[in-house]
């Protein structure tokens, strides 16, 4: 569920230069008690009763700049978010209220720290913020581990891909050596180089049980990794398939290696959704040429990794929603809906960057911007 749908969108915004009387008479209609006070479409400050009270104790003069007797911190978030997020700013601020931003970057609404426990069906005199953000954080790592178990069948179809090729050929050294006996061909040399050939093969599968293992290990601590690395883990896991599929994959990455502090494993799984995705469409829309381009480079003290496919880009309707929870294109294919929001949590909430979505003149363009 999104902040959206507990939110106030009216009585709420005031100008800043409004009157008393207007004040509260805008206080009294919501019936919280306090207002968001704009300047120029964009919000100064939150003013509530106990701010007028104050003031009128000091004997302030309510008619001009009221704003400056307030004393709540602003503090934002968009709208789309889910509500596990404006428990955190609760906590972390000691807030009772979150202005809104919607997808056009507009202050619309506000999300009330009483509606919110309401929606909790909490009592908010025994209300414990630590215990209740610390079921949240276990709800988000549930989630993430549903997330990878959904996308199990696909991973078993990558191994098939990944194992077809190296088991024909290790097929094919068995042949060679039954023809080379029949024939009496078989000597010590041949065999030698016929067995280190299937013990090669057998090394890569092995290595590819390897891949796939590590890849559903989650990671408890922060650790330093190095991008790159983790990039081609993911490229790994899904190389076979898009060999399969005949789509390029292109890889710029900046000269010098870029090192992160985080969950690699996690990071991993974002890459890798964005890379499935890519595919799916790919695939479906028959394109010709079909190409996904993987970019790392650094901008200022951020580091930006771009997944760009020449697929044609997502539908306007929907490219809004796309990190929506359980919003997904392919909910009669067996979609869950949880890949992109998923992606979008372990961004945010693990590696505290941004992941965003935008069309192009060649297709979709997911970006994921991370301080280094």
């Known amino acids: ?52 009270i104050n003031a009128l104790g000091q004997q302030g003069n309510l008619s001009e700049n009221i704003y400056e007797y307030s004393t709540q911190e602003i503090i934002s978030a ?7 997020f404006a428990i955190k700013l609760f906590s972390k601020h000691n807030i009772r209220r979150i202005v809104l931003v919607n997808q056009e970057q507009h202050f619309c609404g506000v999300v009330l720290q009483e509606r919110l426990f309401n929606h909790l069906g909490e009592d908010i ?33 990558h191994i098939a891909h990944q194992w077809r090729q190296p088991l024909a050929e290790l097929g094919g050294v068995f042949m060679n050596l039954d023809s080379a006996y029949e024939f009496d061909e078989l000597d010590r040399k041949y065999l030698k180089e016929k067995v280190k050939n299937g013990n090669e093969l057998i ?16 990671n408890r601590d922060k650790e330093l990794f190095e991008l790159s690395k983790y990039i081609q883990s993911a490229i790994n896991i899904i190389e076979a398939t898009l060999t399969y599929h005949h789509i390029k994959i292109e890889i710029v990455t900046p000269p010098k290696p870029v090192y992160i502090l ?13 890379l499935n995705n890519a595919k799916d469409v790919l695939v479906e829309r028959e394109i010709e040429h079909p190409t ?9 003290e951020e580091v930006v990794i771009s997944v760009l496919d020449n697929a044609g880009g997502i539908n306007k309707k929907i490219i809004k929603e796309i990190f929506d929870i359980y919003f997904s294109t392919k909910m009669n294919k067996g979609g869950t809906g949880l890949g992109l929001y998923m992606s979008k949590l372990i961004i945010e909430t693990k590696l505290k960057g941004k992941i965003s979505v935008c069309n192009t003149k060649m297709g979709a363009k997911f970006s994921i911007m991370l301080n280094e």
């Open 78 to 84: 968009n709208e789309n978010s889910p509500i596990e």
């Open 1 to 52: 569920m999104s902040l959206k749908q507990i939110a106030n969108y009216k009585d709420f915004f005031i100008d800043y230069k409004a009157s008393l009387k207007e004040v509260t008479a805008t206080m009294n209609r919501n019936g919280n008690g306090s207002v968001v006070l704009i300047k120029k479409g964009f919000p100064i400050a939150i003013l509530t009763q106990s701010d007028i």
């Open 262 to 274: 985080g969950y690699p494993s996690e990071f991993s799984q974002v890459i890798l959704n964005l």
């Open 292 to 300: 996904i381009k993987i970019e790392t480079k650094r901008i200022s």
């Open 203 to 218: 090394k890569y599968m092995s290595n590819t049980i390897d891949d796939f293992r590590n890849f559903f290990v989650p």
């Open 125 to 157: 005199d025994n209300f414990n913020m630590e215990q209740e953000v610390e079921k949240r954080l276990e709800k988000e790592y549930f989630l993430m581990q549903q997330s990878k178990l959904a996308t199990m069948g696909e991973m078993i179809g």
